[in-house]
């Protein structure tokens, strides 16, 4: 899936990658993607609410080894 920007939040644990996560998305567009790449366990819960309750898109998760991949379309 294209991305317009990418976030590395591996190895921060909660609440850090949604923290870094609201900070990149107040800089792009609407309609444009984010990419973030998280390792902490619980940001797989916390994206999904964090996006829905912002008005974003949660459009896939995708899970490579240890590393969660999440593409969030700002609304």
Same mark, same amino acid.
């Given at each position: 899936?294209? $991305?317009d920007k990418v976030l590395d939040s591996k190895g921060l644990a909660c609440p850090m990658?949604?923290?870094k996560t609201r900070k990149e998305m107040k800089d792009m567009e609407s309609g444009q993607v984010l990419e973030?790449? $998280?390792t902490d366990k619980g940001a797989k819960a916390d994206m999904t609410a964090w996006a829905k309750s912002?008005?974003?898109e949660l459009l896939d998760i995708q899970e490579d080894g240890d590393v969660l991949k999440f593409w969030i379309q700002k609304g």
């Open positions: 899936m294209n $991305a990658p949604i923290v973030i790449l $998280a912002g008005g974003h």
